[in-house]
Structures are given as C-alpha cells and as structure tokens.
C-alpha cells in the first residue's frame, strides 16, 4: 500500500471517538484548495467548479440514480418473488449508504482524490491509477450506452417503429451529446430537476395506468421457484438500482463544502429506496409475473407511449450526467494543475468537446452491439457496480483503519463487516459475469446492428 497512516491519528469510522469528525474537518479547513484540490484556486478562474450545495448534490445524485435502474425492478421481483426482492432492496440501500458515507470520509481524508483512478494511485500506485481509472470509464461507458439503448426503446415504442432504430440511436448519440456539453455539474444539475420530476411522473402514469386495467386474478408471488441464472440475473438488476457511487468522488469535489456529502447521500438513499420499494410493489402487484423490462411498457398501447414520453428526458439526462462524469475524469487528467481548467478558451472547449463525442460515439457502438436491455444492466452491475459500489469502498475503510482493525470492539464489527462486504463484491462479480454472460449468450436472436424493431 502506498498509504502513509499515522497510527494516533484518529479513526474516521470509529463510533467511539467523538473528536474524529472534529479533527477530519479541522484537518480539511487547514488543507491548501490549491495543493489538495483537483481544481486548485478557483478566486480569479473564469469557469467555477466547486459551487454544488448539498441538495443539489443529492437531487443530482437521484436523477443520476434513479433512472434506468427503476424500470427493471417490477421485472426483478417478479422473478424473485415480493419478500426476497424486499429484502435485497432493504439489505442493499442499506449497505449502499454506508459504503457511500465510507466514500465521503475518505475523500475528507485525501482531498485530492477526484476519481477512482485517484483512489487507486493512492492505493496501489500508478498501476492502481491506471486500473481504477480505466475501469471507472468503461464502467461509466456502459452506463451510457445502456441510456442509448433505452432512448431507441423509447422512440420505436412511441412512433410504433417509425424508422430504422440504428437511426435512433444515432438521434439518442447527438442529443446526449449536446447535454454533455456544460463543463461543470453545476450547469448539469439544473437538468437533473426535469428528470428527477420526468421519471417521477412516468412512474406514477404507468402505476395507475396498470393498476386501472389489472385484471382482478393477477397471480402474485410471496417466493418463488426459479433457476440459480434468472434469479441471480435479477439479483444484479437489483444492485444496478444502486451504483451511483462512481460518481461520488467527483460531485463530491464540486460540493462547495465536501463536509456535508452525507446529508446528499441521506437524500439520495431516502428517496431512491422509498420509489424503488413501492414502485415495484405497486407494478407487479398489478401487471404480474408477465411484467416487462423496462416496466413502463407494461402500460399497455396506448399509455406506454405515453409514459415513455414523459421519460424522455430522464432517459437522456441520467445518461448525460454519466457521460459527464467520464468526461470530467479525462478532462481533469489532461488539464489538471494548468491553467486550461477554469478557462474559456479554445483549447479548453474544444478539448472537452471532443472528449464529449468520443466517449458518446463509443457508447453508441456497445448499445449497438448488445441489444437487450436487461442482460447489458446485469453485465454492467456484475463488471463494475460490484466493485465501485461495495468491494472498494470497503478497501478504503481497511486502508483508513489500518493498524486499528481490532482495538475495540467497534473497530473488530466493522473490520468485519468490510471484509464481509469485500467477500460479497467478489461473489456478484464472479457469479454476475457468468449469468449475464450466458443470458447474453442465450439471447443472441436479437441480432446486433439492425434496423428491426426493438420496443416492448
């Protein structure tokens, strides 16, 4: 490891230190913005970063969050059945938020970290750099490639297959395209209130558009009886509904102050669990185990186009803001330090456009290539979601705590927990990667690069 601990230090996570928050924030007051922060000083730049208050930290973080990843979840319990989808939902906010607080107390800790590419140098070197990094941009990629393959659902839903869907996906590569174009989250939040209300409003249509036309012996199951694949496959979707954290590091850097992070995370957990809970109740209860993925086209005729409208702009800005955050870390890799960070000039412009397209054009190409929507999430989940949500997070407490894992008994629970976390990372990874890698497998029907109609 290429942390430098001191070992009288106090511990951030220790429940029995009541001085260790007093002393991180003391600790984070005395830092220089200029030599920890990724943004440096900020008083004369044109372009301002850090401006992000907490709710808009956490409205952001729920239109982030709360997108793709809802409409797969009626589908999710219906194959699980209502207690065992409950239960992970619960299990897995909960183990989300507490990874999330680790998240935040450990950029406190190091405020240079931006990325999990930072994190990574911080770890394990400039191989860590590397790995992180990479990883957090593919991760970052295939979430924005799942929103391309979803606006091209969208758009075949709503126009009954008006065109070829490579054309929509070549519409849904230019939209989220001219949306990645602010340099700042702070201009990107004001965009994230239209799809925080979008896919609140979707939701609520396509529940009372369900439950009005439910037939009265629609079969809902407590449990059920189904094979280890289809149950770990919805198993992933679920904690795709979760994977909001490779963000984290950097709307935390964009937080005018970082300190109040875990009232954002409280806001994005509260509202995420409470619609994901009720809206997958609410749709299965109704629809039954025929329920669709996404949910919304299990509206029927009429009401599904509906209800797509009014997630349009859901589907695109939820994506936006994944794109942004993959180009903010290869923006601020090239121009950290320089001066090109807080300009408006050429270079500084046209740099992050062309990052913009790139990254666009190649999420483009994978939603192209992988064709169904819910075997590309629990690839997504099983790849990266089981890592930057759960298995790193728990390796920042370790590393944080080193040389204190057991001086108490609190330290010796939680020592514990964050190993039983890190087991759990590595068995959805490994587990995931099978069962979606044979579902995609299995579904190869659906032929990649093809006009052919793709709505449900």
């Known amino acids: 490891m290429a942390v430098s601990q001191d070992p009288e230090a106090p511990a951030v996570l220790d429940g029995h230190n009541v001085d260790s928050d007093t002393v991180e924030k003391k600790e984070y007051a005395d830092a220089s913005p200029a030599a920890n922060d990724p943004f440096g000083n900020e008083e004369c730049g044109e372009v301002k970063y850090r401006v992000m208050s907490w709710w808009q930290c956490g409205t952001l973080m729920v239109a982030e969050n709360i997108s793709l990843g809802i409409l797969s979840l009626p589908s999710a319990m219906a194959t ?5 989808a409950v239960i992970l939902l619960l299990g897995l906010s909960g183990i989300s938020w507490y990874t999330g607080y680790v998240m935040g107390q450990f950029k406190l800790r190091y405020p240079q970290i931006h990325s999990m590419g930072d994190a990574g140098e911080l770890l394990m070197g400039r191989f860590g750099r590397e790995l992180f990094g990479i990883g957090q941009l593919l991760f970052l990629i295939f979430l924005m490639a799942s929103h391309v393959l979803t606006f091209t659902v969208l758009f075949n839903t709503i126009t009954n297959h008006g065109t070829c869907t490579i054309v929509f996906g070549v519409v849904g590569l230019i939209v989220s395209f001219i949306g990645a174009l602010p340099r700042t989250v702070g201009k990107v939040y004001w965009m994230s209130m239209a799809s925080c209300i979008s896919i609140m409003v979707a939701t609520m249509v396509t529940m009372i558009s369900i439950g009005v036309q439910a037939p009265d012996d629609v079969q809902v199951d407590v449990t059920t ?34 300190r109040e992070f875990p009232k954002s995370l409280a806001m994005l957990q509260v509202v995420d669990t409470t619609m994901y809970i009720v809206t ?38 939820a ?57 590309l999430l629990s690839l997504i989940s099983a790849l990266f979601g089981s890592w930057f949500s759960y298995g790193l997070p728990a390796i920042f407490w370790l590393v944080m705590n080193k040389g204190r ?14 190993i039983l ?26 032929a990649s690069w093809t006009c052919k109609n793709n709505a449900l």
């Open 225 to 258: 009886d189904v094979s280890f694949q289809k149950a770990f496959l919805a198993v992933t979707n679920i904690i795709f509904a979760y994977i909001a954290h490779v963000a984290f590091f950097g709307f935390i850097s964009e937080m005018h102050d970082p």
């Open 280 to 317: 997958a109740i609410v749709i299965y209860r109704y629809a039954g185990p025929d329920v669709t993925s996404p949910a919304l086209s299990s509206a029927g005729p009429l009401m599904k186009k509906v209800a797509y409208g009014l997630a349009i702009p859901t589907v695109i800005i």
């Open 319 to 375: 994506g936006v803001v994944f794109g942004h955050v993959a180009c903010k870390y290869i923006y601020v890799r090239i121009f950290r330090g320089s001066n090109h960070m807080h300009q408006n000039s050429f270079l500084a412009i046209g740099s992050w456009v062309a990052i913009a397209f790139a990254l666009w054009v190649v999420a483009w190409v994978i939603a192209e290539s992988i064709p169904v929507f819910n075997e």
């Open 405 to 418: 894992w057991f001086t108490s008994p609190s330290k010796i629970f939680l020592t514990i927990a964050n």
């Open 80 to 84: 699980l059945g209502i207690v065992p």
């Open 421 to 446: 976390i890190l087991a759990m990372a590595c068995t959805i990874c490994g587990l995931g990667l099978y069962v979606s890698g044979k579902s995609i497998h299995d579904s190869s029907a659906k």
